[in-house]
């Protein structure tokens, strides 16, 4: 009965996940009602969750205060930004007629904003770097990854279903999101940054080298395909 209560026992465990899980939910609500600073909010609970994943103790609140601060700026210029090409997407396809051939170019666009939004306030609470560079690698992500794009597309729809038949799990819905798909997205990075653990943040140069190690790792690929191919030919 004494290993049941103590601090290496399951039952703390889960109980210590829960309260994080609740105190950084009720954190990002709060810092969210401004709509603008839904971003940094974003960026600052999963910054404590990757933190937490990488074996990395701390203070809930600390550390997404320290996040939410250090990212305010930029993380706010994206959310006005991205809401402003939702805003556009959202128009023009209201407006446009069912044949038009811009259609299914709005549709795509749209499609590609909503994958990129899944990455880039995750990839923004690990790694360091200028905004349309950051742009341009959560794109790329999103779409190499495209089996992570939808896990993570579903559980956010999961989530809000569950959250309109249930309103009470509101309390908890973000923060479990969040978790689930921080453990989708370490897993991720740690196939770009096998040391992902060992650093909390890295620099513009080190994420371009790791979009150009995957680039080169696809080309090989493919030339190894068509190397492959020639010769059964033979």
């Known amino acids: 009965m004494k290993d049941f209560f103590s601090l290496d026992s399951k039952l703390y465990k889960y109980c210590t996940f829960l309260s994080e899980v609740l105190i950084l939910t009720i954190l990002w609500t709060v810092c969210s009602i401004p709509i603008i600073t839904m971003g940094a909010a974003t960026t600052g609970m999963y910054y404590v969750f990757t933190r937490l994943l990488s074996g990395r103790e701390g203070y809930v609140s600390r550390d997404f205060f320290k996040s939410f601060k250090q990212n305010f700026v930029q993380a706010t210029f994206l959310t006005i930004l991205l809401l402003f090409a939702a805003w556009i997407i959202y128009i023009n396809i209201t407006n446009l007629q069912t044949d038009s051939f811009f259609l299914p170019v709005q549709f795509v666009l749209c ?3 909503i994958i990129t939004l899944i990455y880039i306030f995750p990839v923004l609470s690990r790694f360091e770097m200028k905004t349309f560079q950051l742009i341009r690698t959560c794109i790329f992500m999103a779409n190499r990854h495209l089996f992570t ?37 370490m897993k991720l990075f740690r196939k770009y940054l096998p040391n992902m653990d060992g650093d909390i943040e890295y620099t513009n140069a080190q994420l371009g080298e790791m979009e150009e190690a ?16 020639d010769s059964n030919n033979i």
């Open 214 to 229: 995957e680039k080169a790792k696809q080309a090989s690929t493919q030339t190894a395909e068509t190397h492959l191919n």
């Open 149 to 185: 794009s939808f896990t993570c597309l579903i559980l956010f729809i999961a989530f809000v279903a569950l959250c309109m038949y249930q309103p009470f799990l509101i309390v908890v819905a973000a923060g479990f999101y969040a978790w689930l798909t921080s453990l989708m997205f």
């Open 111 to 113: 499609y590609e904003l």
